[in-house]
């Protein structure tokens, strides 16, 4: 057993009692390739909680910050995260990430760049149209829907890969494309109210 599986395994094992997930949309996730999976952000509780539900390990990316903090840095990076650079363009970590998709694995990611103070749906950020549009990765929506209360159902949504390959033959701008991820985002949050 991997130190992720055994994470997981431990973290859905005291968090699943106290948040009762509701997980919908496995069966939309790819069982093989590169998926760019692109979640609403409410909480910090966010990664672990779609890392954990996911069917796949998930890869992501998080504050430089938390690397800098003694024990946690290390097992936040054995839990395949990577540091990203926040409030500029990070090549190292767009490197990793495009790195991270062509060799078939899944990157996480919250396309807002930050949570939500409202639990509204806000603006995505750019980054993730360009990982969408650099590689073939399938782009996987993801929505998670609270109240984030103990013994309240928290609902976990898998989306159908969304088709972008017209934008990518278009050679559709990174904004373009983000557009189109966060209304397909938006899609699930109002559907699964």
């Known amino acids: 057993m ?10 859905l094992g005291i968090l699943k009692p106290i948040y009762r997930f509701e ?10 390739g590169g998926v760019l999976l692109c979640s609403n952000h409410i909480n910090n509780f966010d ?3 779609v890392g954990i539900n996911a069917p796949r390990p998930v890869h992501f990316m998080a ?5 800098k903090v003694p024990l946690l840095g290390k097992i936040v990076s054995n839990l395949n995260a990577f540091p990203v650079k926040r409030g500029m363009s990070d090549r190292e970590a767009l490197r990793k990430g ?16 930050t949570r939500s103070k409202t639990g509204e749906l806000t603006k995505g950020l750019s980054g993730v149209g360009f990982f969408a549009l650099r590689t073939d ?3 996987v929506p ?9 013994f ?22 990174a904004e373009e494309t983000t557009e189109l991820i966060m209304e397909e985002i938006r899609k699930l949050i109002n559907e699964n109210r």
Request: glycine fraction near 8%; charged fraction near 25%; proline fraction near 8%.
């Open 2 to 11: 991997t130190f992720y599986s055994f994470v997981k395994s431990v973290v």
């Open 152 to 173: 309240k159902r928290l609902k976990v949504i898998y989306g159908k890969p969304i088709n972008i390959q017209e934008l990518r033959d278009k050679k559709a701008s």
């Open 137 to 139: 990765a399938a782009v």
């Open 142 to 150: 993801c929505a998670i829907i609270g109240p984030y209360k103990a």
């Open 47 to 49: 990664p672990p909680v």
């Open 63 to 67: 504050k430089e910050e938390l690397f």
């Open 98 to 113: 495009l790195a991270i998709l062509k060799e078939g694995h899944v990157l996480g990611i919250f396309p807002e760049g």
């Open 23 to 32: 997980v919908t949309g496995r069966e939309h996730f790819p069982k093989e």
